[in-house]
Structure formats: structure tokens, C-alpha cells
């Protein structure tokens, strides 16, 4: 299997491999030309976040800066809201719902590196996609880890680290992050 196979099957591979680099070359790139337009130019701004990500909905805003390492993996529903200083780290895909608000300064990973030091010695990496449901606002300094699925109608609190799967309809916060209360559905 090549180093993109590898990475693509959610099996650990070389994040050195001129493949894997030439994909984050292109995304600094593209995310470099949209974080040097100038906030006065928003139609400028959308149509070269349309350019970064897989697919959006009618509806998108991103406010630089904004960073990534590929962008075709980032997939956002319509109405799609962020603030300032966003980065998702989109080895693997990033899926986000319709109605989704994002705050300053929100880190979304799907890559991870091993425990061990010959793993980190070997340059070696894993994704794993993150999913967020529809109806989410998502606090500032939030930082979202691997493989996480995140559900419809959930606000996480500002500065939590959500490690790990969270139902519909609750407030979550907390580092690691854990439901704090249910939230009514409407």
C-alpha cells in the first residue's frame, strides 16, 4: 500500500511521504492566499473557502485566519459559521452539519501520533474522521480530538477538550469534556 492508501484505510502511515506533504503544500498555500484577503472583500473570502473545502451549503463564512492540512476533507452544511483563528487538521474527513457556529480559536484534529517512541521516531500518523451534527455552536479555544462524533444540538463550552463521542440535546464542557446538562430538543 502507498503512504495515501494507508492514510485513506485509517492505518498508521509515514507523514513524511512526498504524497502526504505535497497535500499539505497545496492546503498552506490555498489557506495562505484566503487569510491574505482582506476582511472587506467577503465574496473574495467564500469563493476561495469554497476552492479549500470538499463541499459547502449555500451559506458560508469563515473568518481569517483559517488553516488545514488538505481542505478537500472538510465537508460543512449550510449556514456555516466560524470566528477567527479556526484549524482542522483534516487528514481524515471532517464532517460538520447545517447551523453549525464556531467560535475563536477552534482546533478540530484527526490525525494522531503514536505513544511509542519508535512510532514518533518512524514519523508515523493516524486519522481518524470527526463527524459534528447540525444545530452545534461550538465555544472558543474548543479543541476537538480523533475520531469524535459530536451530535445534533450541542454547545460546547468555551476551552474544552472533547475526547470523545457526544449524544444530541446537551451542554458539554469541561477539559476532558463531559455532558454538563440535557438541552430542550427546540
Known amino acids: 500500500m502507498t503512504e495515501l492508501e494507508k492514510l485513506a484505510a485509517g492505518d498508521w502511515y509515514d507523514f513524511r511521504d512526498p504524497a502526504v506533504a505535497q497535500r499539505k503544500a497545496r492546503a ?3 489557506c495562505q492566499e484566503f487569510n491574505a484577503i ?3 472583500e467577503p465574496d ?13 451549503g449555500q ?3 469563515v473568518q481569517a ?3 488545514c492540512d488538505y481542505g478537500k ?3 460543512v452544511g449550510e449556514d456555516f459559521l466560524s470566528n477567527y483563528n479556526l484549524t482542522i487538521l483534516d487528514i481524515a474527513p471532517v464532517n460538520i452539519g447545517a447551523h453549525v457556529m464556531v467560535g475563536p480559536n477552534v482546533d478540530i484534529y484527526t490525525v494522531n501520533h503514536p505513544l511509542t517512541v519508535p512510532g514518533r521516531r518512524g514519523y508515523l500518523a493516524k486519522a481518524q474522521p470527526v463527524t459534528i ?4 455552536w461550538i465555544g472558543g479555544k474548543v479543541t476537538i480530538n480523533p475520531g469524535v462524533t459530536i451530535g445534533n444540538n450541542v454547545v460546547i463550552a468555551s476551552g474544552a477538550v472533547v ?6 440535546n446537551v451542554l458539554i464542557g469541561g477539559v476532558p469534556a463531559k455532558v454538563i446538562r440535557p438541552l430542550a430538543e427546540k
Request: charge should be positive.
Open 28 to 30: 498552506a498555500k490555498l
Open 38 to 40: 482582506p476582511a472587506t
Open 44 to 56: 473574495r473570502q467564500t469563493a476561495k473557502i469554497r476552492e479549500i473545502f470538499g463541499s459547502t
Open 59 to 61: 451559506r458560508v463564512s
Open 65 to 67: 485566519t483559517f488553516n
Open 73 to 75: 476533507n472538510i465537508h
Open 133 to 136: 451534527g447540525h444545530d452545534v
Open 163 to 168: 475526547t470523545h463521542d457526544v449524544p444530541d
